[in-house]
């Protein structure tokens, strides 16, 4: 055995690790080489170190104590189909920044297979995408789309059936609509109502009442069996409304070198 | 009335093996993300998730290495820095595969006047496949069998990274003590 391969094996020979058999030509080669045992020293030195200053790191008192009460509702938990979130429970209102109708159906389309597939009623509030694509964009994730369209347990509608039933946005007539789909929801024997909807049909002169909107939404889903996800456009947003945005979800979604970053905010 | 005696049950029993290594996850956590607000998150949606698939551990194995395993795969999904780590890896190893010599190193090269947070420092500016093996193995005395589990991929790998990683720290740390004067540059 040569230094060079000494040098490959001082890992495994510390960890103790090596085969018996090279660990007794490793310990014959460093009985005579001084480079070699110098080399095992200062690893072995590392590695103390690394125990010795690094090792006692207690995890806050909080931190167990939010556990247990997390684990105690976990039933409220559901799974939202996001990869960066995971776990969500009932009440969560998520904000999603987008650039491309790409970005839309890249976050809801598994977000909403999800929620099929837990026994949600789901409810895809569409505008800058057509029907076919909100559906097609759902197939490519879970082909059995269509048995759910069938079955009720999905819709997609437009923002104009949904926002603008009035002709004109009011806010207060959507909470009782979300409200009143929830609780037909659960009535039905589905587990709760899970809702996307994009704002780019908003006019300029509504966006205060719908941030306003999205406020009281905020508050008043909260001890409520749903799960909303709100896209916003991001180029048509000022740094002002992306404020309004911030101010107003738990949780806001964006991408940053083409990946989703998730932001708590609240 | 049953049903729910049963989830009670394994709730406790959940709790029983999860809540004695949060120091570890904890640790581990806050190696990983460098934040303590991050590191409260990982731990409690790692053990959201835990519960959820507990069902699915197999009993008589080794749980707190399952529970790593669980972690890891949320902390990949959540801020998917992973998928950076090979570019910085490569850098990070060929600007340490010209690290000192065993010749060159001085006699007097002790680590134990380094500040304790020069060594963590260097822990964290590992890259971080890197960095979590050794947080594995150094820490929390992982074999080597049970860290490639954890981690999902060869040996070999395991053998590669903690090589690679000691040799990348050890540079980290010299330059640290040159630079507080410990050593002659």
Same mark, same amino acid.
């Given at each position: ?19 018996? *058999?090279v ?36 995890a ?6 939010k556990i ?31 650039? !491309? ?20 009623f ?29 079955? !009720? ?13 009035? !002709? ?28 996307? !909807? ?34 916003? *456009? ?33 | ?6 989830i ?43 519960f ?14 399952w ?12 801020y ?5 780590a ?27 006047r =380094? =500040? ?15 960095? =979590? ?5 150094d ?40 630079n ?6």
């Amino acid at each position: 055995m040569e230094c060079k391969d000494i040098n490959m094996w001082v890992c495994a020979y510390l960890d103790n690790e090596l085969d018996p *058999k090279v660990k007794e030509i490793f310990e014959k080669h460093i009985a005579v080489c001084n480079n070699c045992r110098k080399e095992i020293e200062e690893y072995k030195s590392l590695k103390f170190l690394i125990q010795k200053r690094i090792s006692c790191i207690k995890a806050p008192d909080i931190l167990k104590k939010k556990i247990i009460v997390e684990l105690s509702r976990i039933d409220e938990y559901r799974e939202t189909g996001i990869d960066v979130i995971d776990l969500l429970c009932w009440g969560s209102h998520i904000a999603q920044l987008y650039e !491309g109708k790409d970005e839309i159906t890249e976050v809801i389309a598994p977000y909403m297979t999800k929620g099929l597939e837990q026994n949600e009623f789901c409810l895809w509030i569409i505008s800058d995408i057509s029907k076919y694509e909100a559906k097609d964009s759902i197939t490519k994730v879970f082909p059995n789309v269509e048995m759910y369209l069938d079955n !009720g347990q999905l819709e997609i509608i437009s923002y104009e059936d949904w926002y603008l039933t009035e !002709g004109h946005f009011n806010g207060q007539q959507i909470l009782d609509a979300s409200s009143k789909k929830c609780q037909d929801a659960i009535s039905n024997g589905y587990s709760g109502l899970r809702v996307a !909807g994009t704002t780019c049909w908003l006019e300029r002169n509504d966006w205060d009442s719908f941030i306003d909107f999205e406020e009281i939404m905020n508050n008043a889903m909260s001890d409520q069996k749903l799960l909303v996800l709100c896209s916003y *456009k991001q180029n048509e947003c000022a740094k002002n409304k992306i404020a309004d945005v911030m101010n107003t979800h738990k949780y806001v979604l964006c991408k940053s070198d083409h990946l989703w970053r998730l932001k708590k905010t609240l | 009335m049953c049903e729910i005696s049963i989830i009670e049950d394994k709730k406790r029993e959940f709790e029983v093996l999860a809540l004695q290594y949060m120091d570890s996850f904890y640790g581990a956590a806050l190696r990983m993300t460098r934040n303590e607000t991050e590191a409260e998150d990982l731990v409690q949606d790692a053990y959201l998730r835990a519960f959820r698939f507990f069902d699915k551990f197999e009993k008589g194995t080794n749980f707190k290495a399952w529970l790593f395993k669980i972690i890891r795969n949320v902390y990949i999904n959540k801020y998917r820095k992973a998928s950076k780590a090979p570019q910085m890896m490569d850098a990070m190893d060929a600007e340490a595969s010209g690290s000192l010599s065993v010749t060159e190193t001085p006699e007097n090269f002790i680590f134990d006047r =380094l =500040l304790d947070d020069d060594v963590t420092k260097a822990l964290d500016s590992l890259p971080d496949d890197f960095r =979590l093996t050794l947080i594995l193995s150094d820490l929390e005395g992982f074999s080597y069998k049970e860290i490639a589990d954890i981690l999902d991929c060869p040996i070999g790998t395991v053998m590669s990274r903690l090589h690679r990683g000691r040799r990348i720290l050890r540079q980290s740390l010299y330059e640290y003590a040159k630079n507080h004067g410990y050593l002659k540059g």
